[in-house]
Protein backbone atom coordinates (compact mmCIF):
# COMPACT_ATOMS: atom_id res chain seq x y z
CA UNK A 1 0.00 0.00 0.00
CA UNK A 2 1.28 3.94 -1.43
CA UNK A 3 2.66 6.09 2.17
CA UNK A 4 -0.11 7.97 3.19
CA UNK A 5 -0.79 11.44 3.04
CA UNK A 6 -1.83 13.75 5.17
CA UNK A 7 -3.53 16.66 4.40
CA UNK A 8 -3.55 20.12 6.40
CA UNK A 9 -6.08 23.11 5.56
CA UNK A 10 -6.48 26.14 7.69
CA UNK A 11 -9.38 26.94 10.18
CA UNK A 12 -12.88 26.68 8.49
CA UNK A 13 -14.41 29.52 7.38
CA UNK A 14 -17.54 28.35 5.34
CA UNK A 15 -16.82 26.76 2.59
CA UNK A 16 -13.44 27.60 0.61
CA UNK A 17 -12.13 26.84 -2.48
CA UNK A 18 -9.19 24.89 -1.25
CA UNK A 19 -11.16 22.36 0.51
CA UNK A 20 -13.44 22.09 -1.82
CA UNK A 21 -10.67 21.20 -4.55
CA UNK A 22 -8.91 19.07 -2.56
CA UNK A 23 -12.36 16.83 -1.68
CA UNK A 24 -12.55 16.34 -5.82
CA UNK A 25 -8.72 15.57 -5.92
CA UNK A 26 -9.12 12.77 -3.67
CA UNK A 27 -11.39 10.87 -5.57
CA UNK A 28 -8.87 10.97 -8.58
CA UNK A 29 -5.81 10.12 -6.66
CA UNK A 30 -4.14 6.20 -6.70
CA UNK A 31 -7.12 4.37 -5.46
CA UNK A 32 -4.65 2.66 -2.81
CA UNK A 33 -3.18 5.81 -1.84
CA UNK A 34 -4.69 6.45 1.65
CA UNK A 35 -5.45 10.49 2.75
CA UNK A 36 -6.16 11.89 5.90
CA UNK A 37 -7.64 15.29 6.32
CA UNK A 38 -6.72 17.63 9.17
CA UNK A 39 -7.83 21.30 10.19
CA UNK A 40 -5.98 24.09 12.33
CA UNK A 41 -8.23 25.66 15.09
CA UNK A 42 -7.46 29.07 14.97
CA UNK A 43 -8.15 31.39 11.57
CA UNK A 44 -6.28 34.10 13.03
CA UNK A 45 -2.12 34.93 12.13
CA UNK A 46 -1.82 36.31 15.70
CA UNK A 47 0.93 34.79 18.19
CA UNK A 48 -1.16 32.81 20.37
CA UNK A 49 -3.14 31.67 17.49
CA UNK A 50 -0.17 30.44 15.71
CA UNK A 51 1.30 29.38 18.62
CA UNK A 52 -2.05 26.90 19.18
CA UNK A 53 -1.72 25.76 15.28
CA UNK A 54 1.97 24.59 15.37
CA UNK A 55 0.72 22.64 17.79
CA UNK A 56 -2.15 20.64 16.19
CA UNK A 57 0.66 19.98 13.36
CA UNK A 58 2.94 18.47 16.03
CA UNK A 59 0.18 16.32 17.39
CA UNK A 60 -0.55 14.92 13.60
CA UNK A 61 0.54 11.52 13.97
CA UNK A 62 3.75 10.48 11.87
CA UNK A 63 4.59 8.18 8.47
CA UNK A 64 3.82 9.24 5.47
CA UNK A 65 3.72 13.10 3.70
CA UNK A 66 2.10 16.21 5.57
CA UNK A 67 0.71 18.39 2.60
CA UNK A 68 0.03 21.63 3.88
CA UNK A 69 -3.00 23.15 1.30
CA UNK A 70 -2.29 26.56 1.47
CA UNK A 71 -2.39 29.68 3.46
CA UNK A 72 -0.93 28.83 7.24
CA UNK A 73 2.48 27.85 5.13
CA UNK A 74 4.41 28.55 8.43
CA UNK A 75 2.70 25.04 8.96
CA UNK A 76 5.60 23.52 7.38
CA UNK A 77 7.78 24.08 10.07
CA UNK A 78 6.47 21.43 12.26
CA UNK A 79 6.30 18.69 9.87
CA UNK A 80 9.37 16.72 11.06
CA UNK A 81 8.53 14.35 8.10
CA UNK A 82 8.61 14.60 4.30
CA UNK A 83 6.31 17.60 3.51
CA UNK A 84 4.78 19.39 0.82
CA UNK A 85 3.47 23.33 0.43
CA UNK A 86 0.65 24.35 -1.39
CA UNK A 87 1.23 28.11 -2.75
CA UNK A 88 -1.82 29.65 -4.24
CA UNK A 89 -0.73 33.27 -4.12
CA UNK A 90 1.43 35.72 -2.55
CA UNK A 91 -1.17 38.55 -1.97
CA UNK A 92 0.10 38.00 1.93
CA UNK A 93 3.39 40.08 0.70
CA UNK A 94 1.10 42.58 -1.44
CA UNK A 95 -1.16 43.46 0.90
CA UNK A 96 1.60 43.73 3.69
CA UNK A 97 4.35 46.56 4.48
CA UNK A 98 6.92 47.38 6.49
CA UNK A 99 7.87 45.08 9.47
CA UNK A 100 4.39 42.75 8.57
CA UNK A 101 5.81 42.08 5.15
CA UNK A 102 8.97 41.04 6.27
CA UNK A 103 7.46 38.69 8.81
CA UNK A 104 5.15 37.38 6.26
CA UNK A 105 8.02 36.78 4.04
CA UNK A 106 10.37 35.11 6.37
CA UNK A 107 7.25 32.98 7.94
CA UNK A 108 5.05 32.51 5.45
CA UNK A 109 7.54 32.54 2.69
CA UNK A 110 11.00 31.65 2.81
CA UNK A 111 11.06 29.83 5.98
CA UNK A 112 8.34 27.09 4.82
CA UNK A 113 9.57 26.89 1.12
CA UNK A 114 13.21 26.21 2.84
CA UNK A 115 11.86 23.26 5.18
CA UNK A 116 9.28 21.51 2.47
CA UNK A 117 10.45 18.50 0.26
CA UNK A 118 8.34 20.04 -2.81
CA UNK A 119 6.31 22.84 -3.32
CA UNK A 120 3.30 23.13 -6.03
CA UNK A 121 2.26 26.27 -7.22
CA UNK A 122 -1.02 26.47 -9.37
CA UNK A 123 -0.17 28.01 -11.96
CA UNK A 124 2.88 29.67 -13.70
CA UNK A 125 2.33 33.07 -12.84
CA UNK A 126 2.71 32.11 -9.10
CA UNK A 127 5.78 30.39 -10.01
CA UNK A 128 7.76 33.32 -11.64
CA UNK A 129 5.92 35.71 -8.47
CA UNK A 130 7.66 33.17 -5.89
CA UNK A 131 10.81 33.05 -8.10
CA UNK A 132 11.40 36.45 -8.12
CA UNK A 133 11.08 36.59 -4.42
CA UNK A 134 13.30 32.98 -3.93
CA UNK A 135 15.34 32.39 -6.70
CA UNK A 136 17.60 29.77 -4.81
CA UNK A 137 13.49 27.29 -4.50
CA UNK A 138 13.32 26.62 -8.01
CA UNK A 139 14.84 22.75 -8.20
CA UNK A 140 11.62 22.09 -5.50
CA UNK A 141 8.31 24.14 -7.63
CA UNK A 142 6.18 22.22 -9.74
CA UNK A 143 3.06 23.76 -11.18
CA UNK A 144 -0.09 21.68 -10.35
CA UNK A 145 -3.01 23.95 -11.38
CA UNK A 146 -6.14 23.74 -10.12
CA UNK A 147 -9.73 22.06 -11.58
CA UNK A 148 -12.73 22.44 -10.98
CA UNK A 149 -14.92 20.82 -8.21
CA UNK A 150 -17.05 17.79 -9.15
CA UNK A 151 -19.89 20.04 -6.81
CA UNK A 152 -20.34 22.52 -9.73
CA UNK A 153 -22.10 20.48 -12.82
CA UNK A 154 -23.83 22.25 -15.96
CA UNK A 155 -27.16 23.44 -14.77
CA UNK A 156 -28.70 25.69 -17.95
CA UNK A 157 -31.07 28.77 -17.22
CA UNK A 158 -33.17 30.73 -19.26
CA UNK A 159 -32.45 34.35 -19.82
CA UNK A 160 -34.52 36.19 -17.87
CA UNK A 161 -37.48 38.76 -18.71
CA UNK A 162 -36.72 41.18 -15.53
CA UNK A 163 -33.37 41.86 -14.31
CA UNK A 164 -30.53 39.32 -14.55
CA UNK A 165 -28.41 37.96 -11.32
CA UNK A 166 -25.23 39.27 -12.21
CA UNK A 167 -22.91 36.91 -9.33
CA UNK A 168 -19.66 39.18 -8.01
CA UNK A 169 -17.52 36.50 -6.84
CA UNK A 170 -15.58 37.65 -3.67
CA UNK A 171 -15.43 40.82 -2.31
CA UNK A 172 -11.50 41.00 -0.89
CA UNK A 173 -9.54 43.94 -2.26
CA UNK A 174 -8.49 42.09 -5.11
CA UNK A 175 -11.52 41.19 -6.32
CA UNK A 176 -12.19 44.62 -7.18
CA UNK A 177 -15.97 45.56 -6.34
CA UNK A 178 -15.55 48.69 -5.98
CA UNK A 179 -15.08 49.21 -10.09
CA UNK A 180 -17.75 46.89 -10.62
CA UNK A 181 -20.12 48.94 -8.64
CA UNK A 182 -18.46 51.65 -10.50
CA UNK A 183 -19.67 49.69 -13.73
CA UNK A 184 -23.24 48.46 -12.34
CA UNK A 185 -24.17 52.07 -11.56
CA UNK A 186 -27.43 52.80 -12.71
CA UNK A 187 -28.18 49.76 -14.24
CA UNK A 188 -31.15 47.55 -14.44
CA UNK A 189 -30.02 44.15 -12.70
CA UNK A 190 -29.29 42.84 -9.26
CA UNK A 191 -25.69 41.94 -8.31
CA UNK A 192 -24.85 39.33 -5.70
CA UNK A 193 -22.33 39.72 -3.93
CA UNK A 194 -20.43 36.74 -2.05
CA UNK A 195 -18.38 37.06 0.56
CA UNK A 196 -18.51 39.29 3.23
CA UNK A 197 -19.14 42.86 3.14
CA UNK A 198 -19.35 45.94 5.72
CA UNK A 199 -22.19 48.05 6.03
CA UNK A 200 -20.26 51.07 4.07
CA UNK A 201 -19.41 48.34 1.54
CA UNK A 202 -23.45 47.72 0.63
CA UNK A 203 -24.14 51.16 1.21
CA UNK A 204 -21.54 52.44 -1.83
CA UNK A 205 -23.91 49.78 -3.27
CA UNK A 206 -27.29 51.50 -2.82
CA UNK A 207 -26.31 54.75 -3.29
CA UNK A 208 -24.97 53.98 -7.01
CA UNK A 209 -28.29 52.97 -7.47
CA UNK A 210 -28.25 49.23 -7.69
CA UNK A 211 -30.11 46.14 -6.62
CA UNK A 212 -28.25 43.91 -4.80
CA UNK A 213 -28.13 40.58 -2.40
CA UNK A 214 -25.21 39.88 0.07
CA UNK A 215 -24.54 36.33 1.12
CA UNK A 216 -21.70 35.46 2.85
CA UNK A 217 -19.81 32.28 4.90
CA UNK A 218 -22.00 29.80 2.50
CA UNK A 219 -21.32 26.02 2.77
CA UNK A 220 -20.78 24.50 -0.95
CA UNK A 221 -23.85 23.04 -1.46
CA UNK A 222 -24.91 26.91 -0.91
CA UNK A 223 -22.35 28.24 -3.12
CA UNK A 224 -23.43 26.20 -5.75
CA UNK A 225 -26.96 27.06 -5.97
CA UNK A 226 -26.13 30.74 -5.70
CA UNK A 227 -24.07 30.05 -8.87
CA UNK A 228 -27.11 28.53 -10.77
CA UNK A 229 -29.33 30.55 -9.22
CA UNK A 230 -27.46 33.75 -11.18
CA UNK A 231 -27.48 35.08 -15.15
CA UNK A 232 -23.59 36.40 -15.39
CA UNK A 233 -20.63 35.72 -12.99
CA UNK A 234 -18.52 38.68 -12.95
CA UNK A 235 -14.60 38.11 -11.83
CA UNK A 236 -12.90 40.86 -12.49
CA UNK A 237 -10.48 40.92 -9.79
CA UNK A 238 -6.71 42.88 -10.01
CA UNK A 239 -5.26 39.55 -9.21
CA UNK A 240 -4.74 36.10 -8.35
CA UNK A 241 -2.87 33.04 -8.43
CA UNK A 242 -4.93 31.24 -10.68
CA UNK A 243 -8.78 32.26 -10.24
CA UNK A 244 -11.03 29.39 -9.83
CA UNK A 245 -14.54 30.86 -9.79
CA UNK A 246 -13.79 31.43 -13.97
CA UNK A 247 -14.21 27.35 -14.15
CA UNK A 248 -16.99 27.21 -11.17
CA UNK A 249 -19.03 29.61 -13.71
CA UNK A 250 -18.09 27.52 -16.76
CA UNK A 251 -19.16 24.39 -15.43
CA UNK A 252 -22.29 25.75 -13.71
CA UNK A 253 -22.91 27.23 -17.96
CA UNK A 254 -22.84 30.29 -17.21
CA UNK A 255 -21.57 33.99 -19.87
CA UNK A 256 -18.62 35.05 -17.61
CA UNK A 257 -16.44 38.45 -17.60
CA UNK A 258 -13.56 38.36 -16.40
CA UNK A 259 -10.08 40.22 -16.52
CA UNK A 260 -7.44 40.49 -19.05
CA UNK A 261 -4.78 39.91 -16.94
CA UNK A 262 -2.65 36.53 -16.46
CA UNK A 263 -3.23 33.41 -15.12
CA UNK A 264 -7.35 34.73 -15.37
CA UNK A 265 -7.10 35.34 -19.27
CA UNK A 266 -4.65 32.36 -19.69
CA UNK A 267 -7.60 30.04 -17.19
CA UNK A 268 -10.70 31.09 -18.93
CA UNK A 269 -9.56 29.80 -22.23
CA UNK A 270 -11.09 32.25 -24.93
CA UNK A 271 -14.38 31.86 -23.38
CA UNK A 272 -14.79 35.23 -21.66
CA UNK A 273 -15.71 38.48 -21.89
CA UNK A 274 -12.09 39.83 -21.06
CA UNK A 275 -11.54 43.46 -19.65
CA UNK A 276 -9.80 45.75 -17.77
CA UNK A 277 -9.89 45.47 -14.21
CA UNK A 278 -8.66 48.88 -13.35
CA UNK A 279 -11.50 50.38 -16.06
CA UNK A 280 -15.03 50.49 -14.53
CA UNK A 281 -16.32 51.35 -17.88
CA UNK A 282 -14.28 48.10 -19.50
CA UNK A 283 -16.14 46.06 -17.00
CA UNK A 284 -19.90 47.60 -18.01
CA UNK A 285 -19.14 47.63 -21.08
CA UNK A 286 -19.12 43.94 -21.22
CA UNK A 287 -21.99 43.89 -18.73
CA UNK A 288 -23.88 45.65 -21.89
CA UNK A 289 -22.83 43.29 -24.49
CA UNK A 290 -23.50 40.13 -22.52
CA UNK A 291 -26.92 41.51 -21.41
CA UNK A 292 -27.93 42.81 -24.67
CA UNK A 293 -26.86 39.75 -26.97
CA UNK A 294 -28.31 36.29 -26.91
CA UNK A 295 -26.09 34.52 -29.46
CA UNK A 296 -23.01 35.95 -27.78
CA UNK A 297 -24.00 34.23 -24.21
CA UNK A 298 -24.77 30.54 -25.74
CA UNK A 299 -21.43 30.94 -27.33
CA UNK A 300 -19.49 31.94 -23.61
CA UNK A 301 -21.13 29.16 -22.59
CA UNK A 302 -20.35 26.87 -25.13
CA UNK A 303 -16.72 27.49 -25.35
CA UNK A 304 -16.95 27.33 -21.42
CA UNK A 305 -17.42 23.68 -21.37
CA UNK A 306 -14.85 22.91 -24.31
CA UNK A 307 -12.43 25.04 -21.37
CA UNK A 308 -13.38 22.52 -19.03
CA UNK A 309 -11.31 20.28 -21.00
CA UNK A 310 -8.31 21.41 -20.23
CA UNK A 311 -8.82 21.53 -16.37
CA UNK A 312 -9.58 18.16 -15.74
CA UNK A 313 -9.40 16.90 -12.29
CA UNK A 314 -8.12 13.34 -12.65
CA UNK A 315 -4.91 15.33 -14.46
CA UNK A 316 -4.37 17.77 -10.94
CA UNK A 317 -4.40 14.47 -9.58
CA UNK A 318 -1.89 13.02 -10.95
CA UNK A 319 0.00 16.00 -10.71
CA UNK A 320 0.04 15.83 -6.78
CA UNK A 321 0.34 11.51 -7.17
CA UNK A 322 3.49 12.30 -9.28
CA UNK A 323 4.56 15.14 -6.72
CA UNK A 324 4.16 12.76 -4.00
CA UNK A 325 5.78 9.91 -5.61
CA UNK A 326 8.85 12.38 -5.90
CA UNK A 327 9.27 13.45 -2.53
CA UNK A 328 8.94 9.57 -1.18
CA UNK A 329 12.31 8.69 -3.54
CA UNK A 330 13.91 11.31 -2.39
CA UNK A 331 13.08 10.59 0.93
CA UNK A 332 13.86 7.04 1.03
CA UNK A 333 17.12 7.88 -1.26
CA UNK A 334 18.43 9.93 1.69
Request: overall charge neutral; charged content about 25%.
Amino acid sequence: MPDPVRWLFRAPDAYSSIEGLFDSIERYLVRDRPVTKHVVSSPRARPFALLRNLLDVASIPTGGILHVTGDIHYAVCMAFRPSVLTIHDLRFLDESHGLRRWLMWCFWLCLPVMMADRVTVISATTRDRLLAWLPWAWSKIRVVPNGVGDAFQLSPKEWPQGRPRVLQAGTTPNKNLDRVIEACRGMDLTLVVLGDLDEAGKRRIADAGIDAEFHARLGRDAVVALYESCDVVIFASTYEGFGLPILEAQAVGRPLITSNVAPMNEVAGGAALLVDPFEAASIRDALKRIMSDAVLRDELVRRGLENLRHWRMDAVAAGYEQVYREVLAETSEG
